[in-house]
């Protein structure tokens, strides 16, 4: 792979099938918001594909683990009430657990027991990747992205620090479960590389608007300082 030949590719499928045309040890980093296993259905009655059944969880991260370099990260958000299944499958793929990051949030999400009101994400380890000369902090920023795009929209704030910090420069980033494309948008912005892979057409879509715009954008850019 090289810079002459950047790879910006986003597709419409089931990232299982996707990814077993990918070589072994091929990604550089993995930044990824799986389905949280909650049947989640917005106010405007959007939901998520996956988001009941957990049959995918072992398969997929064990394909992720294949098809990420050694010696490099993956960043999965995911849901606390399901922690034991994640870890299950991270575990089993072949992941280490080396870091926890909470993104408290000024607002709930939800509110029973408690008023709901941080995000969490594990950050795994596939071989011994070195350490960062300025590690990040575990307590990251949460901006509310709204949410237009997709219910579960990330905003570009958490992703790119990640992005910076664990991806080589012109490095490949992958996104199995790309939504409205906010991994492969924040990729883009640190100048990487991304596959992004999303099973919803309308998602896709989106997200696929989304990309061609930003494009546009930093082409105009490049052009206007040329
Ligand atoms: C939590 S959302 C990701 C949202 C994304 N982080 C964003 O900012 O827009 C998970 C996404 O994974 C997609 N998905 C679920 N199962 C999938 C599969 N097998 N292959 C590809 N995409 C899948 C869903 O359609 C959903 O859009």
Known sequence: MTISNPIYDLILGN??????????????????????????IDRTQ?????DINADW?????????????PNSMMVSFYGWTKVDLFFAAWKAAGFRVVGH???P?????????LAYQHESAFLLAKGQPEKPSKPLSDVGIWQYSG???????????????????????????LDPFAGSGSTCEAAKLCGRQ?????????????????????????????AISA
């Open 46 to 50: 959007r939901s998520i594909a996956n």
């Open 147 to 173: 949410n237009k795009l997709h219910p579960t929209q990330k905003p570009l704030s958490a992703l790119t620090p990640l992005i910076q910090s664990f991806t080589p420069e012109n490095g490949l980033v």
């Open 105 to 113: 949030k000024r607002y709930a999400s939800s509110a029973g027991f």
């Open 57 to 69: 969880l072992m398969p997929t991260f064990s394909e992720l683990y294949r098809v990420l370099k």
């Open 15 to 40: 990232n299982l099938e996707i990814m077993a045309t990918l070589p072994d040890n091929y990604v550089d980093f993995i930044l990824t918001d799986p389905p949280y296993l909650v049947n989640y």
């Open 194 to 222: 991304y596959i992004g892979i999303e099973i919803d057409q309308q998602y896709f879509g989106l997200a696929k608007a989304r990309l061609d715009g930003i494009s546009a954008s930093i082409h105009n850019k490049l």
């Open 101 to 103: 990051i909470v993104y």
